[in-house]
């Protein structure tokens, strides 16, 4: 997200730091009425008051203090008071106010603080306190509806969340306007992953508990109408309120930390972080093509180049006959490293990313002393690029997170990493910063950011506030440790110094040089006979038994050749050869199908476990010998999964086509379906929100890629929990692809005159006229979604007619009386975030509307799930009334799904039914 110089530096001011010549000011503000003249009564009177109210603040060990110092006359009386924040320790509220009284008598206008000492009524805000006087007694009563200052960053945020803000700013103006003797409450609200709003409320003590809330009120009353953004502050003279996405304050007063912070293991040296290819289609090199050339040039030049002064190096490399054959790439060392050391990083992350994305026009590598990247697209190097990330952080779980110890270092590291972002003008050599903090008297924290150097200083600010405000999980840090990685910057910081000037390259170790590297001339000579005789031997016996061999599995081959080319594939048999699998390697991986080793039944044949030679565990799908649709399955999935790979699709293996045997192999995926989760009420208390939010993205980014980036495009045609696999960290992977669909690239869907598929998770459009597009499989989805959510199967009761007794009646009911949290699965008892259970029903609501146009793409989908920020429309009223003669037609032909019955759990209702119907044409 962008922001101007100017409103970011607004951001920048307002942190919370600790030492005091960090309060950030919000400003003076003065009565223009009843001036006095200098050095008048009422001047020193004020100088006196501001010099008990200071005194008192450093050796009282009070928040709020309230005096007054009589004048000869009234109007010369003035009365005072001070506050101080309710996370501010004491000695930093003695700071604060010793600081706002003496800025107040020696205004900088610079800071925004002006002459106001003639004013018989005004005050100073800072951040963390505020000193207000004034010679009318009756000032400090009276409840300031008016704020004094109020600010806001505007960045059109959602209606949902802006609901969320209002929400929580009421919620604690309820409980600061309670307290007796501390007006004061704060509130952290997870919105999605790490990110948090942080929000406080304050009053003056000596308000009553309806005045405090008459003013906070009036106070989100102003930012309601005035503002739309991440960010706002408001306040008076009796009161003031904030919110935020980052923490601003203490969940306590201590100032200390509670022992030393942990150390953790995070990577500091020379190694590897991270890559990242482009997977796109039109982003895939050509083998032998001028690009490929290109790009191999390229990296040489970038390895060569790696000793310049600077650490940096951009080049393009053009040529052939169309633009799309040039590429740019560019490497950053890290601005502390040594040349020789530059150099050796650069030179193995070129090896390293021309191995592992051989085949991408666009790709990045991260060393935690340098990056290298190179696409085909220019220019390289943008503020606003942040995909793809790689980041690395301490995390803990919130629920056992160290409060107290992580409060004791979020603060510091906040004001650390916000000067790290503000990159100065006369950085723009390197774009390279360093800072260090310390965080007790043992503990020093050290932070680094750097920018590629062809950004500008601006820019390069912007990249790295990027990172400050949105890939930080302040909320979860367990310590004070953690890198992020854009394309174009990064930030580190750590309690290990892990940047200097005495970077030098490791001279590799005797152990470490090949053989022959070292030794005398005699041992050389020696060794060299041995080879002279030795590897002739080996060679020739070698190339006698492989002769043997490949004339035995030439014939082989050919045998299994002509079985794909004249029985399954055509002349696509050849292609899919090196996927072939001997049937003696699979019995012998099956204990040759024993019962033992069977782990589902499925439509189409049994599902058994085994373990390949190589140690792979993997799921083996027999298909039934007496099956007549099973061979046009077996092809069918075969020819589409083999071409395609996903995390979030199951992984093809192999398969064997050997007399009458047709067997899939696919990786074992242990915890079996989704639906054994969800339905049986055995298993069903072990997933959780966290998990079932993570199985919906998951599942979506899966169909997005059948959608979008497989080639050709898939309609999977029988989406539902059954057919959802999760492995051990519980991330889901679609399967069975039996009945799954190619559509052309160029068309919106297709038409069938066989209707086939799961009841209850066909659209209407698919069910009755046989047309399946990317909407049916959305549709399929959707039902999906709200069955993870709710935890119910798809029909509560059947009759030959309606549907409007089942699921999306039930969930479209709750949503139109606004009750929509109450049809969340009653089993998750943990602690949730209200905001996604409803962002998943609504996003469920939008996926199952009558009419297809209106659904969302799997694209917007995904934007819907990942950024709770993003408006979303009002759903139609879903498809829940299905044509009678779709339910007079119904066939049961069995479960399509080849694991509906995995683990021996079979769901026992029309929810499991299969259908099959041709329509007449």
Known sequence: MAFSNLGFLFILIIFVHVDADDFHSSGSYCSSLNKTTPNSPFQLNLKTLFKYLSSNATTGNKEFYSTKVLGTNHFDTIY??????????????????????????????????????????????????????????????????????????????SAT?????????????????????????????RISGFRSLYSLAQCT??????????????????VKQECGGNEATSSSRSCNLKYAMYPFYRESKSLAPVGLIPITNLSNDFGYLSHNCSTSTNETIIKNSQFESNLRNLLSSLSSNATNKIGFYKTTIGGGESPSDTVTGLFMCRGDVSLSLCQLCVQTAAKRIHSECSSSKEAIIWYTHCLLRYSYRSPLSTWNDTSPMFHEFNIANTSNLN????????????????????MKEESTTKNYVTATAKLNGVQTLYALGQCTPDLNSGDCSSCLQNIFLYEIPWCCLSSPEGKVFYPSCYIMFGLSKFHGDDDRVQTPSQAS?????TGGKRNGR???????????????GMLFLCSGWHLLRRKESKKYKTILRENIFGDEGSTLEPLQMDLAIIEAATNNFSTENLIGKGGFGNVYKGILSDGRHVAVKRLS?????GIKEFKNEVLLIAKFQHRNLVTFIGFCLKDEEKILIYEYVPNGSLDYFLFDTQQQKLLNWSQRYKIIKGVARGIHYLHEHSRPKIIHRDLKPSNVLLDTSMNPKISDFGIARIVEMDRDQEITNKIVGTFGYMSPEYAMLGYFSEKSDIFSFGVMILGIVTGKKILTSYDCYHLASG??????????????????????KENYLEIEVIKCIQVGLLCVQENPDVRPPMITIISYLDNHLIEMPSPQEPAFMLHRRIIDQVQVVGGASSFDHINNFTPSSINEMSISEDLSR
Request: aromatic share 8%; with cysteine; net charge neutral.
């Open 526 to 540: 020696y060794q060299k006979k041995i080879l002279l005789i030795v590897v002739p031997t080996i060679v020739a």
């Open 80 to 157: 005072g008071l001070y506050l101080c924040r309710g996370d501010l320790p004491s000695q930093l509220c003695g700071k604060c106010i010793s600081e706002a009284t003496h800025s107040y008598l020696f205004p900088d206008p610079n800071q925004g603080i002006f002459d106001c000492s003639s004013s018989r009524e005004g005050g100073i805000s800072y951040d963390e306190c505020m000193v207000q006087y004034s010679n009318n007694f009756t000032y400090f009563s009276a409840v300031d509806l008016t704020p004094s200052s109020s600010s806001c960053l505007s960045s059109n945020m």
């Open 161 to 189: 969340f802006m609901n969320l803000v209002f929400d929580t700013l009421n919620k604690i103006a309820d409980k600061a306007s309670q307290g007796s003797t501390e007006k004061y409450a704060t509130k952290q609200v």
């Open 513 to 517: 040089l090949p053989p022959g590297a």
């Open 403 to 422: 409060r107290e110890q992580q409060n004791s270092f979020t603060l510091t590291l906040v004001s650390t990493l916000s000067d790290i972002t503000n």
């Open 205 to 222: 003590p000596n308000l009553s508990s309806q005045d405090c809330r008459t003013c906070l009120g009036n106070m989100i009353k102003q």
């Open 807 to 828: 699921l999306l009646n039930y969930v479209w009911e709750k949503w139109t009386e606004n009750k929509a949290l109450s049809i969340l699965d009653q089993k998750i």
């Open 625 to 629: 010998k007496i099956s007549k649709q």
